[in-house]
């Protein structure tokens, strides 16, 4: 079992900057992958940043590759989300989320566990 407590999300003007955070429990962390996840109002879960058990490899949607970074410290127990350059379109709740299977990364069916959200709100 897995809890995932994100962190981090607020108001911020176009072009800034914001980094979030994915506290996890459990003794299992280092075994999952690990996601991020956005839904803005009426629109549907969509995909953001994925990054490996072993925190080699990472992968991005295309609307955040060059922008977003994710990256994980297993030492911690933490995985985060740093967002740069941010648009209005950014505008949504984070999730962070944990599989423990080998599923497409970019499907939320893949994965198990879930934080319950924080909401980035890009705005001028």
């Known amino acids: 079992q897995v809890q995932l407590v994100e962190s981090g999300g607020e108001l911020v003007q176009p072009g800034g900057s914001l980094r979030l955070s994915c506290a996890a429990s459990?003794?299992?962390?280092?075994?999952?992958?690990m996601a991020w996840f956005r839904q803005a109002p009426g629109k549907e879960r969509e995909f953001v940043a994925a990054i490996n058990a072993g925190g080699g490899r990472t992968y991005y949607a295309d609307s955040v590759k060059g922008r977003f970074s994710i990256s994980r410290d297993n030492a911690k127990n933490t995985a985060s989300l740093q967002m740069n350059s941010l648009k209005p379109e950014d505008t949504a709740v984070y999730s962070c989320?944990?599989?423990?299977?080998?599923?497409?990364?970019?499907?939320?069916?893949?994965?198990?566990?879930w934080g319950q959200g924080t909401q980035v709100t890009v705005s001028s």
């Open positions: 989320a944990a599989a423990g299977g080998s599923g497409y990364y970019a499907k939320p069916d893949s994965y198990d566990y």
């Open positions: 459990g003794r299992t962390f280092s075994r999952y992958t």
